[in-house]
């Protein structure tokens, strides 16, 4: 009885003292130094720092040289002057990849680039070679009669200008603007004439600026395809990539793709996957890819912590050092359906709306988009090869077709887990030759999709350009092309830490053909050791209960 | 009699172990969201003027994330999405007693990635918060967790709105006062 009264007792006292720790004092008043934390940014004010580029150290002053001290008409006359000096400038870019936008790929023997794949953005170079030849290193290419032998169609200014001033406009056939125009169409905005002679007069290396005024706005604009190359790259703070850095490394797009001859290394076409022959000696030409993490880093470049050199047999490096792409400015693209391109309002004008962002996100002329900023990769094995899917290759409508494919494998002693981004979209295709169709997009005549709105012109001369048959029926089918991710390189203190691969869940689940301690589980493991937890408690109990039954014995 | 101080402490202590264990979960209360951070944050705006009958006004969006960018180092994308409404602030901040808690002003409402890529709404749990200080912050903070409710609904048969990006002070460039909110 006595027993029972003091435990009610103890248990009003337990809820009494609960409640009165659940009241605490109103504020407690203390005297305390004010330190000013570093108050998040708002948005509205900030401006971006500007930050030096680099100055140039040529022994050439161009502004000095009599060739291009008189005014041009146009660009192939500034390739002209270059060349009285350059000599074999011209024959050089012909043959790299910028030129020819060529390349057979030598395991698959597939033909590849620009020219000849397929891809989920705009679809296809076919057609449209006035405005995709913004990006092409010619002048003057708008048709499959361009004469890819004629060195005065170089144009060596769209990686040599030093002056940013250098713009050459979809539309235009790779030539910038001779005249004053107005641009963007309808804007009411105009550029005035390209002023040929100063920008010749202050040629220089490339930079990434230069490089990126293609790269940086691949697939229709700035971030929208790579996902780890936007303009925020020009003049990048330290946290956006490393190597970058305006204000430390400030590293050139050259300084890692070398070039030889004006053959760029390190395209996406021929990547190299995985690499074991330590760091590359620069000005050593033994034919490896000097574009690469290890080519400057070595086999093991972790000192600090060297267990991390044990994952380099099965990881790029960049699965763990690129924790996440579209870190700059902008949002990446992430998806695109051209299925619903061509709603117009109804007085049948083009309809453009805006995300909360102020991206586009439905423009009549292209479908509907969606974006994404610090993108988590998705991870894929990656020998270095990949096959594409091209024109004339059978797709079946009922599945996501791959236009590319990462080969590789976790047997594969070539492979590693690569980070990418993968770009979904929809597009069309001919529902009874099974192949992927490509249109007219953009350009004069009325077949033009951007002009009409008309799928059935468009597809039809779109395919007519290629060797494909098109039976003229089509419907649009959900496809994905993977890009890797191998930019935008943060700092080591933000790589991926362990516990975002090692729990369950974590960054690699669902990658076949590891096992990785914390995500993956041995049942009969866990059965043991969770028996032997068990048993423990059970003992414990009862020998706590035997031991309190025998002192009430013995009173 | 020991026994009961004993139960007594014991019962104190279970209690502060339970309050520690729970108190961060209890004090705020994480939604996921179907939407990207940016169509999160402008969506919990537009949700935010459309109580403007009840006082609420935007006085601020932050991105803390910039903050941590502009010192050299990565983190996932976060925006804070601050209100105020006068009808709950104006009564605290005329007390002595609970002047204090303009501490709390404004009303901040935080959206952010995870690792796991997807978008959280963060909120105050205000509900659990007035009920500490007394019945009449009780009563305030009470209405404000009704209010919060609604700023975080996500439907997704509106329109994505479009972002605000207003400054600390209102859109305005004003000094705050009623711009503000607060």
């Known amino acids: 009885m006595m027993n029972a009264t003091r435990l009610k007792m103890g248990y009003v006292l337990f809820l009494v003292g609960g409640l009165l720790l659940s009241v605490p004092g109103f504020a407690t008043v203390e005297k305390s130094s004010t330190s000013a934390a570093a108050p998040a940014a708002s948005i509205a004010p900030a401006a971006a720092p500007q930050k030096a580029e680099q100055k140039s150290k040529s022994t050439a002053d161009h502004s000095k040289f009599e060739e291009l001290k008189r005014n041009f008409r146009n660009g192939p006359e500034v390739t002209k002057a270059c060349l009285k000096c350059h000599t074999e400038a011209g024959k050089q870019v012909q043959h790299t990849k910028h030129w020819t936008w060529e390349y057979v790929n030598p395991v698959t023997k597939q033909k590849l680039g620009k020219k000849h794949v397929i891809n989920n953005f705009c679809t296809s170079v076919k057609t449209n070679q006035t405005f995709c030849s913004a990006c092409h290193v010619g002048y003057g290419w708008s048709d499959d009669s361009f004469d890819f032998s004629k060195e005065a169609n170089v144009d060596c200014l769209a990686c040599h200008d030093t002056t940013g001033k250098y713009k050459k406009i979809p539309g235009l056939s790779g030539h910038p603007n001779y005249k004053t125009m107005e641009w963007p169409p309808h804007s009411g905005r105009f550029r005035e004439p390209t002023d040929l002679k100063k920008i010749a007069q202050n040629v220089g290396k490339t930079s990434r600026a230069s490089c990126g005024a293609c790269h940086f706005y691949g697939g229709g604009g700035d971030a929208v395809k790579h996902g780890d190359l936007d303009s925020s790259l020009k003049t990048p703070e330290r946290y956006l990539d490393v190597h970058m850095d305006a204000e430390g490394l400030n590293f050139s797009c050259g300084e890692c793709h070398l070039s030889d001859a004006h053959k760029v290394t390190g395209s996406r076409y021929a990547p190299t996957a995985a690499e074991k022959k330590g760091a590359l000696l620069r000005g050593k030409d033994d034919g490896r890819n000097p574009t690469t993490c290890r080519a400057c880093h070595g086999d093991a470049p972790h000192t600090e912590y060297a267990k991390l050199n044990d994952h380099t047999d099965k990881l790029a490096c960049q699965t763990c050092h690129i924790p996440e792409f579209a870190r700059g400015r902008l949002p990446t693209k992430m998806t695109w359906d051209w299925s619903t391109a061509g709603r117009l309002d109804e007085k049948g004008h083009r309809i453009q709306a805006k995300n909360s962002g102020g991206q586009v996100a439905y423009d009549s002329k292209k479908g509907d988009f969606t974006y994404e900023r610090y993108v988590k990769p998705e991870y894929v094995w990656f020998n270095g090869d990949i096959k594409y899917t091209l024109f004339g290759d059978r797709v079946d409508g009922s599945d996501r077709v791959k236009i590319n494919e990462f080969m590789g494998g976790p047997d594969d002693p070539n492979s590693r887990i690569w980070p990418v981004k993968v770009f979904r979209g929809k597009q069309p295709y001919d529902v009874e030759n099974k192949t992927l169709a490509v249109f007219h997009t953009a350009g004069k005549g009325d077949a033009a999709f951007w002009g009409n709105y008309n799928w059935d012109k468009a597809l039809k001369v779109g395919m007519a350009s290629t060797a494909v048959a098109f039976s003229g029926k089509y419907d649009f089918v959900e496809t994905e092309m993977s890009w890797p991710i191998t930019h935008m390189v943060a700092p080591k203190e933000d790589a991926l830490s362990c516990v975002q691969c090692h729990k369950e869940n974590g960054r690699l689940e669902g990658l076949k053909g590891i096992y990785m301690p914390g995500n993956n589980n041995w049942p009969i493991i866990d059965f043991l050791g969770y028996s032997v937890a068990l048993l423990a408690l059970i003992g414990v109990l009862i020998h706590g209960g035997i031991r309190y039954l025998t002192s009430r014995k013995g009173g | ?182």
């Not at chain 2, 502060?16 to 951070?37: D, N, Q, R």
């Not at chain 2, 960018?69 to 999405?81: D, H, I, R």
């Not at chain 2, 709404?121 to 200080?133: Q, V, W």
Request: contains cysteine.
């Open chain 2, 1 to 182: 009699m020991v026994k009961t101080i004993l139960g007594f402490i014991a019962g104190i202590a279970l209690v502060m172990v339970i309050a520690i264990s729970f108190a961060g979960s209890l004090m705020m209360k994480e939604h996921e969201s179907p939407f990207g951070v940016e169509e999160t944050a402008a969506r919990v705006q537009a949700n935010i003027q459309s109580l403007e009958d009840r006082g609420w006004k935007l006085s601020a969006l932050r991105d803390p994330a910039r903050a941590v960018a502009a010192s050299g180092s990565n983190v996932l994308p976060v925006l804070l999405v601050e209100a105020c409404s006068t009808k709950y602030s104006g009564p605290l901040l005329k007390d002595d007693e609970t002047r204090i808690l303009s501490i709390l002003m404004p009303c901040t409402i935080t959206v952010y990635k995870k690792d796991d890529g997807k978008t959280y709404i963060g909120t105050m749990n205000a509900g659990l918060m007035g009920r500490m200080f007394g019945a009449k912050v009780a009563s305030i903070m009470g209405e404000v967790a009704k209010d919060q409710a609604k700023f975080v609904e996500m439907d997704p048969k509106k329109p994505a709105p479009l972002l605000i990006k207003t400054g600390p002070g209102g859109g305005g460039g004003g000094a705050g006062g009623d711009a503000a909110g607060c």
